[in-house]
Structures are given as structure tokens and as C-alpha cells.
């Protein structure tokens, strides 16, 4: 039976967005299901959850599944700051199939720069979020981006914002480029070619606030509901393709900064916003320092090594359902092997 449409949702204007913040919190049910073909011998799947550490605008409320799997459960990774759901065929014989239902409450999430005095954020994170990784150097080309975009700007917050302006002004979304993207910021800068999805800006984004010493983190996650600024930027319906790339970095006094340059791309491409547009102009402004409530963050892990894998490597990140079979690893932009829809649907608000 085909899905139903979506309702109606009122579509709101940036220009027209109110600043102040609207605290109310929305509770969704998230199904994911999973359906695996031509699959021979031992079987292992990943799916990532939504960040299991409680914050001021997630919070996850639990999972649960069913299937004709032999085990399954959830393992988490606490220096990843990650949770995944991983299920088991000893030997497959028929169709492996999954049903997994997330419970998620969003709100809104404001960065206000008139207060000061947040949670001081645990050393051994910081040094983390400074670190480079494979595709994410934070030397050479990357660090002397950076100097130029800062300038002889001083103070932190500032400096965060210079790189954030120096991102949206310098990249431009790709619609061509599969999933989230690649994320390989040296091959960007490398190339001149500052171009793609949400994981290539914001970890752009990233790269740029750590070679210069702000700790700095992207958030993967998925989009879930409509949204209230532009179309473009929400999504109802089957999900399975809308996963999006966030980012925050960190200052004494005022902790994580939510940011989204990726986003504001993907805003003047989809919108063909110009550059004195007063939609941008507002857009712009907003999206540093403001993630909207209707979609869900995984984790902000890169350079993943899957529990229990025995074939390929470390990913660069984890935002899409993963699968092993006889040694051989794909994922769900694989529709020949497996079959992978997603549905939210709110509990309430």
C-alpha cells in the first residue's frame, strides 16, 4: 500500500523566522526497517542510534527491535561519544529482515551571546576535537586557510564566526555528489574545488577551527521532519536518503556553538538566494548559533572501526546502515543487496 502523503505543514520564511527562542519539546517515533537480498553465510549489521548523552535539545528515549536475526543489541563506543545497534545472522538462509523503532525528543537549540558561564567541557574532549584525522588534516594548507580567514581576529567567538563566513562564502553545494559526501577536506583545498554536500562543508568547517586551535566537532545525523525556515531544508516521508552533516565548535564561557554552513549552501542553491537577498542576509546570521529542532543527531565520530567487522577498514564517518557479508562490507546506497527505509512520525507537540 503506497504511504499516505504528508500533511500539510505551514511553511515559514527565514526572512520572517522570530528570534527568540520557542522551548517545547517534540517526541518522535523513528522506524527503521531492513530488508537484505542475495546474501549468503554469516551476516552482521550496523545502524547508528541517536546520541545516547541526554543535552539541552536531544534526548533519546529509548529503542526497541524485532527480527528473524540470531542476535542483535547495542554497543557503545565512549570515546566516539557513539551508540550503534548491531544484529546477527549466524548463516542466512531466507531473508534477513529488521525492524528497529527509536524514540527521540528534539527541541530547538539557540547559541545566546549574551550568556555567559556553561559547563566547562571535559579536557580529554577538547583535545580530541583538536586533533586531525584521515581526511581531515589540520597542517600545511588547512592551518594557513584558517591564519587567512581569521585574520588578527583574537577572541574565540569571533574567530569561529570569520571561519564560519569564510565557509559559506567560499563553497558551494553539490547536488551531484552522493549522501553526505566524503568529507576529504585536503583533496578540497587541494583540488580549489570547494564543492559538496553537508559532511564536505562542515567538515570544512571543522578542519579550518582546529588548525587553528578551537576544538571543533561535525555532528552527523538525519533529518525527520519538515521545516520551518525552508523546504528544502527538512523532509518528510521515507528518510532514508536525507542523513545531513552539522557542526559546533567550543569557547571558554559559552561551551559548544551550533553552527551549519552546509545548510546555508544548500539554501542559496535550492532557493537561487543572490547575495543581497535579505532572506540570506537573516539566514546567515541565524544558522550560526541555532540548529532547528527536526532532525536528529547520531554522533561525531570519524575514522569508525565497526565492532565485530572482519573485512574492510575504518569509515570515515557512520550516518548510514552498514552490513558485512562474507567479508565483503556495503551500505545502504547498495538497493541491490539491501533494502532500507526509515519513517518518523511525532508523538506529540
Known sequence: MPSPPPAAVEQYNAISLPDEAQPQWRSYDITSTITLQNIKGKLRLWLPLAQYKDTSWQRSLGHNWRGNFDSAGIYRDPVAEMEVFYADWKEVTGTPQLQLVSQVAKQDRHFDITRRGSTAE???VLRRCLQSSNLVPTDGLVHR????????????????????????????????????????????????????KSA?????????????????????????DSSRLFAGLGATGNLRTVQHCRAEFYTPGYGWIPVDPGDVRKAIHDERLGNGDPKLVVLRKLLFGFWEKNWIAFNSAQDVRLQGATGAGAL???????????????DSSDTERLSYTVNASRVDG
Open 200 to 224: 564536505d562543508i562542515a567538515l570544512l568547517f571543522v578542519g579550518l577551527c582546529r588548525s587553528v586551535g578551537i576544538p571543533a566537532r561535525p555532528v552527523f545525523g538525519l533529518r525527520i
Open 122 to 124: 571535559r579536557g580529554e
Open 316 to 330: 570515515p564517518f557512520l550516518v548510514l546502515p552498514q552490513a558485512e557479508a562474507g567479508g565483503m562490507r556495503f
Open 145 to 196: 586557510t584558517a591564519e587567512r580567514a581569521i585574520g588578527r581576529i583574537k577572541d574565540p567567538v569571533a574567530q569561529g564566526k570569520a571561519i564560519f563566513d569564510w565557509v559559506v562564502e567560499n563553497t558551494s553545494y553539490d547536488p551531484g555528489r552522493s549522501g553526505i559526501g566524503r568529507g576529504d577536506v585536503e583533496a578540497m583545498l587541494d583540488s580549489g574545488q570547494l564543492s559538496g
